[in-house]
Structure formats: structure tokens, C-alpha cells
């Protein structure tokens, strides 16, 4: 009996395993098509049947995107603007979550829920009165106009206020009977512990916002403050498109989020789980 127990637990590892595998190839596939295809010439991106493996290996789309764009500004730009927003959710986000999952504040749930409704209007609808009011402030087209509106990610503070609401209450219960205020028990008693709902809410408010496209386009209007997917619009024209120049940037682009990933993920997929524990 135990040896057909074994047997039967074993194939059913196999069986996950070819199916994680074939998960596996579903997903990395898309990121070796555009490694490839970003050290293929033109004629090869644009061959008709499209072909996975380049003829010929060049670098030549690399030195394209470097010699059009003033990549290291535009780097710059958009480490700078995503970081200054992953910081400023990572802590708002933290302290709002944690007001709304701890404190005893009169009406809260309906405030939540007006917070979480802004997550169903979408960005066009804000876009033309975003662009007026920051024009009549006078921060079109710098770093305090870029990061101003996004202080704060109604999906990060949900996130937040999940994984604190999972969290037992014996700790905060005994910092209080020890004379704690609530700024202490939040600052040295519960953010210590949702370091892995921190992480996450970093890596997803950094990956959304060094993507972002539209965003960054509609509020900066020259070079020197464009961010990288906003550089990638310059291959796009009304009649052209520079296939191979585009691929290559778009590496370059997903490079950093790609090896930041490969580090945190465990961080990541640990406070996604948690979070979700309980609502």
C-alpha cells in the first residue's frame, strides 16, 4: 500500500512538473522572442514567415537606440520618478493601511470604499483636467508634476490594509499596555513585520511606473525630462516604425525590472499570499 502511494505521488510530481514546464516556456517565451529579435537586422524582424532565430547577429539596433536617444537622461529620468513614487506609496500607503485596518476611526469602511472606487475611473477621464491644474501650478514638465499625483496607489493601500488586517493583534495589544502611542506601535511594532507587503507594493508600484507611457507623455514636453518609455514613442512615426530600434529599447527598458525581479521575487510572491489572507 505505501509503496503505491509513493508510486502514485510520484507521477503526479511528473505530471506538475512537465505542466509547470510547459507554463514555464508559455511565459519566457514573448522575453526570448524580443532577446532575439533585438539582435536581428530589419530584413529579418520584418521577414514574412517570421522566423524565431536571427540569420546574422548584430548590435547595430543597440547602437541606434544610443545614438538617437539620451538614454542615460532618460534613465535617469525615470529612476528618479519611480523611486520618489515607490517611496512616497510604500510609506503613505503603509500608514493609511494601517489606519484603516487598526485604528477605531468612525466611518472608515465607507471612506475605504470611496478610495477603492477611484481604482474604476480610468486615467483618460483625468488626463485634460490633470494636464489644466498642473499648468496653472506651473509644474508641467518636472519631477514634482510627475510624481505629485501619484503619492498615493488606491491598489497599494488596499494591499496594505489586507496584510495588516492578517496580522494577529497580541503585539500591538501588549505595546499598549506597555504605554506605547500609536505612532510607535505603527513605526517600530507592525511595519517591521509586513516588510513582505512593503517589498511587494515596491517592486509592483516601481514596475507600473517605470512602464508607464501615457502618463509621463502627457506631462513632460521636452527631452531632457523624458522617461524611457516615453523615449520609445521617437521610433514611432505617422508612416514608419523602426521595428528593430524599438525591440532594442525595450530590452534596455525591461532590464533593471527584470533583475530587480529575479532578487525580490520570493519577498513578492510571499506578501501577495499574505495579503490575501484575510479581508
Request: hydrophobic share 55%; with cysteine; charged share 15%.
Amino acid at each position: 500500500m505505501k509503496t503505491k502511494l509513493v508510486s502514485e505521488r510520484g507521477t503526479a510530481d511528473f505530471i506538475f512538473g512537465i505542466l509547470a514546464f510547459c507554463l514555464l516556456l508559455i511565459v519566457i517565451y514573448p522575453l526570448l522572442w524580443l532577446m532575439l529579435s533585438s539582435l536581428k537586422f530589419e530584413t529579418d524582424i520584418i521577414q514574412y514567415p517570421p522566423g524565431m532565430w536571427p540569420q546574422d547577429f548584430t548590435i547595430q539596433q543597440y547602437v541606434r537606440v544610443w545614438e538617437k536617444l539620451p538614454l542615460a537622461t532618460m534613465f535617469r529620468n525615470t529612476f528618479v520618478f519611480s523611486t520618489l513614487v515607490t517611496l512616497s506609496n510604500i510609506l503613505f500607503c503603509a500608514m493609511g493601511g494601517y489606519a484603516f485596518a487598526r485604528l477605531p476611526i468612525k466611518g472608515k469602511n465607507i471612506l475605504f470604499i470611496i478610495v477603492i472606487m477611484t481604482m474604476m475611473v480610468p486615467f483618460q477621464i483625468i488626463m485634460i483636467p490633470l494636464y489644466i491644474i498642473e499648468h496653472h501650478l506651473g509644474i508641467l514638465d518636472t519631477f514634482p508634476g510627475l510624481v505629485l499625483p501619484r503619492l498615493t496607489w488606491p491598489f497599494a493601500l488596499y494591499l496594505m490594509r489586507q496584510f495588516f488586517i492578517s496580522m494577529p493583534r497580541d503585539f500591538e495589544e501588549s505595546a499598549r499596555i506597555d504605554g506605547a502611542s500609536e505612532y510607535r506601535i505603527f513605526w517600530q511594532v507592525m511595519l517591521p513585520q509586513c516588510i513582505p507587503a512593503v517589498i511587494t507594493v515596491g517592486i509592483m508600484t516601481f514596475m507600473n511606473n517605470w512602464n508607464d507611457l501615457v502618463y509621463p507623455l502627457l506631462l513632460t514636453n521636452s527631452v531632457r525630462m523624458r522617461t524611457l518609455s516615453a523615449g520609445l514613442a521617437m521610433f514611432v512615426g505617422q508612416r514608419t516604425i523602426e521595428y528593430g530600434a524599438t525591440l532594442a529599447a525595450s530590452m534596455i527598458s525591461l532590464l533593471p525590472l527584470l533583475i530587480g525581479y529575479i532578487f525580490m521575487q520570493r519577498y513578492f510572491v510571499r506578501g501577495a499570499v499574505l495579503s490575501g489572507i484575510k479581508g
